[in-house]
Every structure is written in C-alpha cells, then in structure tokens.
C-alpha cells in the first residue's frame, strides 16, 4: 500500500496568492482528515469527511479556507488569499473507520508565506 | 474543553535506559487515546491505540497504559535505542455525547537517546 500521498511536499509563496494543498487517501478509507501543525499551536484538525461528505469544519480559521473532496482518492485544500500566518505544515490523514482504528497520515506539505 | 498536556516536553537518555513519557488529559470522557511517533520532516505513525475500556496494551518494547478515571496515559520504553528518537504524541478521542472522529493532541515529547 502506498500510504496517504501528499502534494507538493514544499510549497513557498507570497501574500496575497492561491495555494492549494492535495491529499491522495489510502484506498478503501471513508475518512479523511486535514490537521495543521505549528511550533504554537501543536497539531489541529481543520475539517474531516466521510465518504466525501465534509462531517465538521469547525476547525477551519476562517473563509480564506476551503476543502473539497470530488471523489474518494482525492482532496484539496485551497487557501485563498494566502497570509504569512498561514506558515505551518499542513497534514492530511485517513482511516478506514470512525475512530477505532488508527488514523495514516502523509508525510505533509510544508507551506511558507512569504 | 478537553485539553491534552504532555510532559517532559524533551528529554534526553542513554542507549539502554527504560523511559516514561506522561500525558493527562482534562475530560475523562473519551472513546480511546492513541499515542503516535512523529520524526523530523515526516508525519505521524499511529504507535499505540488503547480504548477507554482497557487499562495497557503492548507493542514489542513498548507499553502504554490508560487511566481514564485520573485522566492520564503513559507510554513505557523498554531498553530505548538511538532509532527511538523522535517526537512523540499523544491523541484522544473526545466523547461529546455522540459520535466524533476528532483527535485532540497534546504538544508532544521530544525524546534524544543518546548512543
């Protein structure tokens, strides 16, 4: 299995841009999470979907972000316009159930805005 | 609103040395906790996943146990190598009186074993 891909693995921008982040989910997992973590504020979910249907986005900072899931090998997450504190890693993880089994995560795309 | 504190916050050991890395959590009201390995530029790895109906499990040299009533959770490394380096995280999963798939993680260990 190839894991839950992540693209790009770097990403450096200025303020003002389009940034959209992509998560390829393991095959056959109905969940699918996006997390950011900072040296402040530790890792935190942003929104989760099951079966493509976003469950809770509470976690998402504002209306600069977005998240989409068309089908169940693909995800984005777009922010847009991009600021310098949106500098973070952003994670994407997915399980194949609710929550009793562990959740996979890629290996995260490191974003700086510049 | 359940917060996850972890402690040390780094620690450091020589090669060999059996260790313990603590989390406490402040609402007893979880559906399992779940410790991870994170090393630098990588993502998580799910290390251990005990449910709030069990007490430890196991896995190779390490152990982790669940306190739920106190709200704590250790993990145990049994004769720790320098490939333990790394940070490690623990998660749990919040029961708010219905289903959720959130994770709440705490701030995480960094942990130096030293050859």
């Known amino acids: 299995d190839a894991g839950v891909i992540q693209s790009p693995r770097h990403e450096v921008t200025e303020m003002g841009q389009e940034v959209t982040l992509r998560c390829k989910p393991i095959?056959?997992?109905?969940?699918l999470f996006w997390y950011r973590q900072t040296m402040m504020r530790g890792l935190e979910l942003l929104i989760y979907?099951?079966?493509?249907?976003?469950?809770?986005d509470s976690g998402m900072p504002e209306d600069r972000f977005s998240a989409k899931m068309p089908n169940a090998s693909f995800s984005t997450l777009k922010i847009q316009p991009s600021e310098p504190r949106d500098s973070a890693v952003y994670f994407c993880?997915?399980?194949?159930?609710?929550?009793?089994?562990?959740?996979?995560f890629g290996d995260g795309t490191r974003l700086s805005i510049l | 609103k359940q917060e996850v504190t972890q402690i040390p916050a780094a620690l450091s050991v020589p090669e060999g040395e059996n260790l313990v890395l603590n989390c406490s959590f402040t609402?007893?009201?979880?559906?399992?906790l779940q410790w991870f390995r994170q090393d630098p530029g990588k993502g998580l790895t799910s290390l251990l996943l005990?449910?709030?109906?069990?007490r430890e499990q196991t896995s190779g040299r390490l152990n982790a146990s669940l306190d739920k009533s106190s709200g704590r959770s250790t993990l145990y490394i049994a004769a720790s190598q320098p490939g333990d380096s790394a940070t490690y995280l623990c998660?749990?999963?919040?029961?708010?009186?219905?289903?959720?798939?959130?994770?709440?993680f705490g701030t995480g260990t960094l942990l130096a074993v030293q050859p």
């Open positions: 993880a997915s399980s194949p159930d609710r929550g009793n089994q562990p959740q996979h």
């Open positions: 095959s056959g997992h109905d969940y």
């Open positions: 979907f099951n079966n493509n249907v976003p469950i809770d």
């Open positions: 609402d007893s009201a979880i559906y399992n």
């Open positions: 005990i449910q709030s109906s069990q």
């Open positions: 998660a749990v999963r919040p029961h708010y009186g219905g289903a959720t798939n959130k994770l709440i």
